[in-house]
């Protein structure tokens, strides 16, 4: 018997359903493509793991041990990532980056303090882990179904050491510094440079031909400057939250995304359109082919919140 979702997709491949009619709430709920996960060594000793339906990582091995860069979005996923770790090395792991605050990101940290990691994040990214927590589980409830994973798993595990602007780490004599430049597609959110690979993960921000969720920036135009500041940096490989490996282009080609959205929304909600009227008539169609866009009510819902309320939908309190 085919699930709802089966069903779903099937009847929009079909043609028999539109997009906004197949609108799938945001619950964490998979809607992807089938692509295998991917484990590339983008540097000596640096990994990228590209998983399209959910989040990716990244991780560094030294002499001296590992360090992670985001936990997937529950403990038995991060049992998949840790065993992926241990196919190129069985060096401790040393430290967990976490870059923001969404579950899809975090949610398996205890697995790797089981493993006795010191965990890192910005002030704020503490501060939306605490604040959202029960948000974000909620907003995962759908995939934990899906996967008939145990929702009482997952364990609220917070950063042991927080930094506000940045912060140098040295780990077997690899460099890897932490960089904050305010407030992306999140309060907090951290960028991973490895300024001798030319190599940064950039967790929420950046994720290649990709629609990031907009209810949590405070400022879409400091994430746009964001965005074309890395673009500017020595980096030849951007490694995003989510999408596959990207390039300057790519980066660049977010960045213009983004202000197409806020451009069409901002005109919109000028000219007195309701959030309703948005939905129906303002489709963004230049971007459909972008990973995620069938999530555009939702996005439309959330900027539509922070445009008439100078608040995000889920701001940091």
């Known amino acids: 018997m ?9 009847l929009l491949a079909c043609g028999f359903i539109s997009l906004a009619a197949a609108q799938a709430p945001d619950d964490g709920t998979v809607l992807e493509k089938d692509i295998p996960i991917a484990v590339t060594e983008v540097a000596p000793g640096l990994f990228f793991q590209y998983h399209h339906a959910e989040s990716n990582n990244a991780w560094l091995v030294t002499d001296e041990g590992v360090l992670v860069i985001d936990t997937r979005q529950h403990p038995r996923r991060a049992e998949e990532l840790l065993a992926a770790i241990r196919k190129t090395t069985d060096k401790p792991i040393k430290w967990v980056i976490n870059t923001h605050a969404h579950g899809d990101h975090y949610f398996g940290n205890a697995v790797f303090k089981r493993e006795g990691a010191t965990f890192i994040a910005h002030r704020d990214t503490e501060g939306m882990m605490k604040a959202h927590y029960n948000l974000e589980m909620k907003r995962r409830m759908g995939y934990f179904r899906q996967m008939k994973y145990d929702p009482a798993e997952v ?3 917070l950063p042991d050491l927080v930094y506000d602007s940045k912060l140098v780490i040295t780990l077997g004599g690899r460099t890897i510094e932490l960089i904050y430049l305010g407030p992306g597609q999140n309060p907090g959110d951290t960028l991973v440079y490895f300024p001798k ?29 964001m965005l074309r500041t890395i673009a500017a940096m020595d980096i030849d490989k951007f490694l995003g939250g989510h999408g596959d490996i990207g390039n300057k282009q790519d980066v660049l ?24 009227e948005i939905i129906r008539n303002v489709k963004f169609e230049k971007y459909k082919d972008v990973r995620n866009y069938y999530r555009m009510n939702l996005f439309i819902s959330s900027y539509y919140v922070f445009l008439t309320t100078g608040k995000p939908e889920n701001a940091l309190p």
């Open 155 to 157: 364990k609220l595990v």
């Open 2 to 10: 085919k699930s709802a979702i089966q069903w779903c997709c099937a």
């Open 253 to 276: 080609a977010e960045a213009q995304m983004l202000e197409d959205f806020d451009a069409g929304m901002r005109d919109a909600v000028n000219k007195g359109m309701s959030k309703d």
């Open 197 to 225: 690979e030319k190599v940064i993960f950039t967790g929420g921000p950046f994720s290649k031909n990709s629609w990031a969720n907009p209810s949590f920036t405070p400022s879409m135009s400091n994430w746009v400057k």
